[in-house]
């Protein structure tokens, strides 16, 4: 957090684990905005609530300022706390924000599509088997993973059109152990010794 260049009015999201009010404050300072949950022992005193409908997961929407010693001492300003329930997953989730004006059903979003984006590096990391980098700048890295997701598209699509049974790794093991193999892929795909390639166990 400490290296980020923080741009005004943009929105800054992360989890509970990188809860720390005097570098939320920096980014307030920043003119920009954080959302983040707040831990279980948030010490917070409700100045006043604004009316929620229920129905669409919020719980509660109130403002008010920070309680504790530090935590005061660190961000003295007004702070935004929102109660949202999430049917998907059914969890209850507590946001803190400094933006005072979006929808509270919107800032609930804003940490839905955060923790998408984990949710899609954690697929990088199971699906793309990208074991190491050949090179270490920004170009080369994202470079190689392009190339690792458009293989991975290419294969998922010739699963769909082959509409065969192997899973995608098994596709790409195959593929990969036929290189230099002339016969198309429809009959690779339907050799029987292709059955003996199995999803690694992880």
């Given amino acids: 957090?400490?290296?980020?260049?923080?741009e005004p009015g943009s929105f800054y999201v992360?989890?509970?684990a990188y809860l720390d009010f005097e570098r939320l404050f920096t980014?307030?300072?920043?003119?920009?905005?954080?959302?983040?949950?707040?831990?279980?022992n948030l010490q917070f005193k409700r100045q006043y609530s604004a009316t929620v409908d229920k129905r669409t997961g919020v719980?509660?929407?109130?403002?008010?300022?920070?309680?504790?010693?530090?935590s005061a001492k660190d961000y003295p300003e007004k702070i935004r706390r929102i109660k949202f329930h999430d049917e998907e997953q059914n969890r209850t989730f507590i946001f803190l924000t400094n933006n005072l004006n979006l929808a509270p059903?919107?800032?609930a979003s804003l940490y839905k599509h955060r923790w998408k984006v984990e949710l899609f590096f954690k697929w990088i990391k199971q699906h793309l088997k990208i074991k190491s980098f050949w090179g270490t700048t920004e170009n080369a890295v994202k470079t190689q993973v392009y190339i690792a997701v458009i293989t991975y598209t290419i294969i998922a699509i010739i699963r769909q059109?082959?509409?065969?049974?192997?899973?995608?790794?098994?596709?790409?093991?195959?593929?990969g152990s036929s290189l230099l193999d002339k016969t198309p892929i429809n009959q690779l795909l339907k050799k029987p010794s292709d059955q003996d390639v199995k999803e690694p166990i992880n």
Avoid at 27 to 40: D, L, P, Q
């Fill in 1 to 6: 957090m400490d290296q980020i260049v923080y």
């Fill in 14 to 16: 992360f989890d509970k």
């Fill in 161 to 175: 059109r082959l509409k065969t049974e192997h899973s995608t790794y098994e596709v790409l093991q195959i593929l």
């Fill in 59 to 70: 719980q509660c929407d109130q403002t008010g300022e920070l309680k504790g010693f530090y």
């Fill in 105 to 107: 059903e919107e800032i």
């Fill in 27 to 40: 980014i307030h300072e920043s003119k920009s905005f954080f959302v983040i949950r707040a831990k279980t």
